[in-house]
């Protein structure tokens, strides 16, 4: 019996034998009745991803103009990576009491 030669990318390898790390961090914001939670704390490089479990919808606008979504329907997720450090508020456009930060470290 002949014996076949599989050709793996040498990246792969380093994947499955743990030489390399993934560097970037995901953080999710669950959007439920009518809050976005808790603040939350991300490192630089991070992306946040807001998903809207409400039966209404919702937007995700920072203060100082960085993000914005669109209105986000039951289901719908937006994200955005956060690159600089810092503290920022935003909000849900149609619903202004809907209010969180995230601080990048």
Known sequence: MKSKLIYVPLVACAFALGGAQA??????????????????????????????????????????????????????????KFTKTGTFKYVCTIHPRMVSTVTVK
């Open 23 to 80: 560097t970037t961090q995901t953080n999710a914001v669950t959007i439920k009745n009518f809050s976005f939670g808790q603040p939350i704390t991300v490192t630089a490089g991070a992306t946040v991803t807001w998903y809207n479990s409400d039966g209404e919808p919702h937007t995700v606008v920072s203060a100082d103009g960085l993000f914005r979504s669109a209105a986000l329907d039951t289901g719908e997720t937006f994200s955005f």
